[in-house]
């Protein structure tokens, strides 16, 4: 699988600014991607005045989430105790998934780390720029989902959905802190990937450890919790037992469902079949759609997230027929007929 470049990610492009080496580099090699992305960061600013979820008070509440996790990005690397604990593979598996849980998370696996799942270059900071990503370096992965509160991501696109997807980057970051710190005590070496901060493509990590499937939404979807997760990541040298994928049966039920692409208000999740993209068969958004709706609403929407009938929870064991799926669906109509969707704000946010 061809390895993903973060600087054709829209978060690093739209990080780019007019007139620095960075900005002239990328289009330069990207002259297409120019005028859209252009006009994309004209627009106001998620959380941003301007936007229509606007609000001088409340906004604020995600932005700080936001600025801390800037703050703390620094300690995703650090030292490494010299004197080197003697441990087990087995032993330690074992105690870092419950450690994982322990801290918070809802699901946790290990992945074997191959090329494909990092970067092959940076491309969200100016200072790392165009870095290459060496990914022979961490060969195993501790990647958890920690769970979204669906009452507030069935409040998207409003401001609720912002808050809370900040809010649970923000425990994500902190369990990696906790885990490559201790890993790194131990005296091998470990690193957090978090938001804004990450060298590895997460939902690529977290398929191949067993925690979900990735449908035409485009991210991690997992029995349990639909896509109403965040992802972390810890990657570290030390040995671990890995785990493999799991299918549930999503792949056919998205071919057959299709309610995010539906309800999705820029048009970004192809309502059509898959697609061979780089010798792999699968949906791809079309990012720029997206993430401009970001822009002009002030959040990072959700409503995918929200329409999804697993993130509302699927209690059926196994999905092993389409007339199965049609019965989800139907009673996830029944129940919520175009999507869930809870008009008012909480009342402290009133
Ligand atoms: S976050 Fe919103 S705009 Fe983006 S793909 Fe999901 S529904 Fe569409
Ligand atoms: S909403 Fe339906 S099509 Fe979209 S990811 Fe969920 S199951 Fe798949």
Known sequence: MKRI?????????????KGTRQYEDYYSRNKDKKALDDEIRERPNICGPGTATYSEVNSPIADANFLFLEDIRKFS??????????????????????????????????CDMKDYHYYSHRGR???????EVYS??????????????????????????????SNIYVKAGIIGM??????RLLGYDARN??????????????????????GRNGILTTKEYGSM????????????????PKEFGLQRFCELCGLCSKTCPGKAIPIDDKKNIDGHLRWQIVQENCYGIWRNIGTDCGICISSCPFSQG???????????????LESHKEKYKVRPYIREAPEWLK
Do not use: C
């Open 5 to 17: 470049d973060e600087r054709d990610t829209m978060f690093a492009r739209m990080s780019l600014k």
């Open 77 to 110: 690397e650090g030292e490494i105790n010299p004197n080197k604990v003697d441990v087990s593979k087995e032993e330690m598996t074992k105690k870092l998934k419950g450690l994982t849980l322990h801290y918070g998370a809802a699901l946790v696996g290990i």
């Open 125 to 131: 900071h100016a200072e790392v720029y165009g870095e």
């Open 136 to 165: 022979e370096k961490h060969k195993w992965g501790i990647i958890f989902a920690v769970e979204m509160d669906k009452e507030m991501l069935n409040r998207s696109p409003q401001l609720a959905e912002v808050i809370e997807t």
């Open 178 to 183: 906790q885990l490559s710190y201790y890993i």
């Open 193 to 214: 990937h978090m938001d804004a901060n990450f060298l590895a493509v997460l939902p690529l990590v977290a398929r191949d450890a067993g925690i979900g499937e990735i």
């Open 229 to 244: 997760v965040r992802l972390g990541l810890v990657t570290t040298e030390l040995e671990l037992i890995p785990d493999k």
């Open 314 to 328: 699927v209690t059926e064991e196994l999905i092993d027929s389409d007339e199965k799926i049609q019965e989800i």
